[in-house]
């Protein structure tokens, strides 16, 4: 295992994924939805990114395109030093093993006819780490109690678990073959409140122990920043902002990013917030708009803004995609 | 104090199961008043959704509602009205939101044509001032260009637009109370934050009261006066706002405040409440939390637990803080 922290573990440059649009008889391309418009960021090993943004945005594609389960259209993914932009599949097997996915709603993405030993034991068998019916029981047991489930429940199907414990299983499932970087989709949205808590230290406790990279994807603010070390902040298909948790939620640059701090309930019983002003709807990823992508629903927005593409301007502790930005940067 | 416009007392719903049958509601009261919103706060299966739906007489069958209950509106049993009476308070004079705008819109219809149903469905409106008043509706909800919108279908819209069309059916008829389901948990969070300022909107406009189901509970702070909290069909405590916010006595409740992340930062431990909510038919005779509660007493699990008033309309229903209190 490496132990350098400053190259970065996993790395994406300019990635784009675009999804034809066909029409017709002859299922000819009319045009392209942009779901992923030239994204860039890099995750430091053992270290967590959190992906925000609201849904239709383009980060469960950016997820999926990371770890090539969908083909991108341009840029490129480097994982542990290596490009993995265009291997083939038998090329990516080995890889495989190392990033491991999991997803939303544990209830379908496990199998309801597979016993729990199966689910966990199939990715342990199909990688070889063990291969005799006993040896992969005790590794499925192993990584059970890991997760905090009681390893005698193994012969149980799904349905037999709540919400929580199955989201265990999903856990338990992907570390079993002993992955360095993991994608989290919205895995713990579809949790209670209480049962949250307790992946979440669970999440940060295999972290500690590991060494693991971690991708979290999500739409919930409120446990970024718990979990998260870097933020970056999508709206349609492209970054808008990227920094540490702590200046992206101390000090927003990105007029989005506010508008999207603003919108979280507060928990502070003695202050409500504010009325939100209204704000339009997202423009359509299929079409952009020329200029900024935000423009149509910022409150500081100006003329540059709906003629011309801002870039993600380096400030000193934060990358953001806006012309104040810039002007923040030209000014210094 | 204003006007007492639902008065629910003892509601227990039951269902069957092969041990007999099960009260997934038991023994919860409360009472709502004219422009006053009371959220019902629990994690899921602890049956807030079906309490509600007991009120609106909407249990799925062979669910029931016990008949030793007593469901209050403005002054008439809900209980005992006839299925006709029942359909004219559904709708009319209680409006309702749910989760999902897609499941209750229908898809092969213009969401015009569905306002416009619903109003017809309560009053003898004509067709064109059916549709003026939709567009006025639309309008009110902040749908832009309402004219137009009109035509739409709901696959059309967007999530945030889908669920303003259910709340301008909701309050078509200026209904006296809104019943409202998880109305913001499948939207995103800018969407969230305009419905609950609509919703704030609208009840005090309407003077409205709301029952507001929900788990989220940075949205009960947002939009509740009273807050009553579940736990395993029961009520475990139920207080104003801040004062359950900030003087939290029952241990689940205190457990589900700290669990929240709010402000957590990075390495800091979340408060975790040990083990899962047990299945109905292994629900404890006694408190229900016991099997959990990291303050339980001996007699805890064998006796349903005590109406403690910690203060004025703060009540917990706890073993625990009654010793505290004789003491």
């Known amino acids: ?60 594609t950016v997820g999926k395109t990371i770890l090539r389960l969908i083909e991108p259209t341009g ?53 070889k780490i063990a291969t005799d019916s006993e040896a992969v029981t005790a590794r499925v047991a192993e990584y059970m109690k890991l997760v905090q489930l009681d390893p005698d429940q193994m012969w149980r199907y799904p349905h037999e678990f709540s919400g929580g414990q199955r989201q265990r299983i999903c856990i338990a499932r992907a570390l079993a073959v002993e992955p360095e970087f993991i994608v989290f989709d919205e895995s ?44 970056a902040v999508m709206y349609v298909g492209q970054l808008v902002e990227e920094g540490t948790t702590e200046d992206i939620f101390e000090s927003p640059q990105h007029p989005y990013t506010r508008a999207l701090l603003k919108s979280i309930p507060s928990m502070n019983p003695k202050e409500r917030s504010a009325r939100v ?42 990358l953001s995609r806006c012309f104040l930005a810039e002007k923040e940067l030209t000014s210094t | 104090m204003n006007e007492l416009l639902l008065d629910v007392q003892n509601l227990r719903t039951s269902f069957p199961s092969a041990a007999g049958r099960v009260a997934v509601v038991e023994d919860i ?31 799925p069958k062979p669910g029931r509602v016990e008949t030793s209950a007593r469901i209050f509106f403005q002054g008439r049993n809900l209980l005992d009205l006839d ?13 309702m939101i749910f989760q999902e705008p897609m499941s209750s ?13 619903a109003i017809q469905l309560h009053e003898k409106a004509t067709a064109a001032a059916a549709r003026d008043r939709t567009v006025a509706l639309f309008k009110r909800v902040g749908i832009p260009d309402p004219e137009q919108r009109f035509d739409a279908f709901p696959h059309q819209l967007s999530g945030g637009l889908k669920q303003r069309v259910v709340i301008a059916m909701a309050i078509a008829m200026r209904p006296k109370m809104l019943i409202a389901d998880e109305p913001t948990t499948a939207l995103d ?35 509740a006066d009273r807050i009553a909290v579940m736990y395993a069909g029961r009520l475990v405590e139920t207080a104003p706002r801040q004062e359950l916010f900030e003087n939290a006595s029952h241990p689940y409740t205190q457990g589900l405040l700290q669990a929240i992340p709010g402000l957590a930062k990075k390495g800091e431990r979340l408060h975790e409440i040990q083990g899962v909510v047990p299945p109905p038919q292994e629900w404890p005779v006694g408190c229900r939390f016991s099997s959990r509660c990291p303050i339980r007493l001996a007699h805890c699990a064998d006796q349903p637990a005590p109406e403690i008033e910690r203060s004025p309309g703060h009540i917990s229903f706890c073993h625990a803080l009654e010793k505290e209190a004789v003491a």
């Open chain 1, 1 to 60: 295992m490496k132990t350098d922290q400053e190259t970065p573990f996993v790395r994406v440059e300019g990635l784009k994924t675009w999804f034809p649009i066909r029409k017709g008889v002859f299922r000819k391309t009319v045009g392209h939805v942009r779901a992923v418009d030239g994204v860039d960021f890099a995750i430091k090993k053992g270290t967590t990114l959190a992906l925000v943004g609201e849904s239709g945005c383009g980060k469960t």
């Open chain 1, 75 to 127: 840029g490129s993914i480097h994982f542990d030093g290596a490009d993995i932009t265009s291997l083939s599949s038998e090329a990516l097997l080995p890889l495989r093993r190392r990033m491991q996915l999991v997803f939303q709603d544990p209830a379908s993405s496990l199998d309801p006819r597979m016993l729990v030993r199966d689910a966990i034991g199939e990715g342990i068998k199909s990688f």
């Open chain 1, 188 to 231: 713990i949205s579809a949790l209670d409140v209480s049962i949250q808590a307790q992946i979440l230290n669970l999440l940060n406790d295999l972290q500690e122990r590991f060494g693991l990279t971690y991708l979290f994807i999500t739409h919930d603010l409120s446990v970024v920043r718990y979990l998260a070390d870097n933020v």
């Open chain 1, 277 to 318: 002003e209204a704000i339009g709807d997202v423009p359509s990823p299929s079409a952009p708009p020329p200029g900024c992508r935000f423009a149509a629903r910022c409150p500081q927005v100006f003329d540059r803004c709906h003629n011309e593409q801002p870039e993600l301007y380096p400030l000193p502790r934060r």
């Open chain 2, 29 to 59: 009261s409360f009472q709502i008043h004219k422009g006053e919103v009371l959220a019902l706060v629990g994690e899921s299966g602890c049956g807030k959704s079906i309490s509600a739906m007991s009120i609106m007489r909407l249990v």
């Open chain 2, 83 to 95: 299925v006709p009476d029942m359909r004219k308070v559904r709708g009319g004079e209680i409006g």
């Open chain 2, 105 to 117: 819109l229908n898809p092969v219809q213009t969401v015009g044509a569905q306002v416009v149903e």
């Open chain 2, 189 to 223: 969070v800018t969407i969230q934050a305009q419905i609950i300022d609509l919703l704030r909107e609208l009840q005090e406009e309407l003077e409205t009261g709301i029952l507001l189901i929900t788990h989220d509970l940075a949205v009960v702070n947002e939009l």
